[in-house]
């Protein structure tokens, strides 16, 4: 897909919060429309894997599980370890995303889809500039973006250097993936409304924090998201106080 924004002279697209909305929507509208309007677990592997072609792999990225994901912009070979924690070497190629085997099990499942997500928002707005083949922008050129705990949880008041504006960038494209907007909207204001009555439009976590918890937790439900994920989104919309 084609973005029509503008850039950094490093080459960073400018995006504002509610570009990322457009950006998810204009994906999800040409290959998985159901889920625009109305709220369910958005199929990312289907998404990634049948719907934009990209093969997704899982395996033990560091010894300490530090790395969570990454995504190669360039055919290339990355460190990694075997099943007994020996160090190797694998090829990939540009737009394969692999996933640390940590995220394996059902319990993980909802931080391995946002980490699916990130790797993807990665692909779709860094690759231009990231990849050695293009020498017109000024940011560094990598074979392979590796992304850890701290990059998938960054907070946009944390932004220091560029990199931790490309991981905003891919939190914020994956949260609006994951819980496009409109179905999102629709789900957390019926839920809401069912929790605390019909004419409550935000919540606040002190007044009540079983029913904030509960509120929040059969949203995250619905996606198929994290408790934090899902905070964060409510939080974008203004439905938290
Ligand atoms: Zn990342």
Known sequence: MKLNYGQEPNGMYKLNKTDFDDIALSLLREHLATVVESP???????????CLYLDVYSKHLSADKSVLGLVAFEDTTIP?????????????????????????????LPRRRFTLAHELSHWVLH????SPTNQVFALKKVDYLPCGDADIAIKKKTLKTDSDKEEWQANSLAAAILMPKF???????????????????????????ERYRSTVENIAGVFNVSFQATEIR???FDLII
């Open 40 to 50: 369910r677990e958005v199929d990312i592997n289907h998404l990634i894997k049948d």
């Open 80 to 108: 990694c370890y075997d099943l007994h924690y020996n160090p190797i070497s694998v090829d990939i190629v540009a737009g394969n995303i692999v996933v640390d085997l940590s995220l394996s099990g059902q319990r993980q």
């Open 127 to 130: 690759r231009s500039y990231h």
């Open 183 to 209: 179905a999102f909207l629709k789900c957390a204001h019926q839920e809401i409304r069912r929790q605390y009555g019909a004419y409550t439009s935000s919540i606040i976590d002190k007044d009540d924090p």
């Open 234 to 236: 409510l939080d974008q």
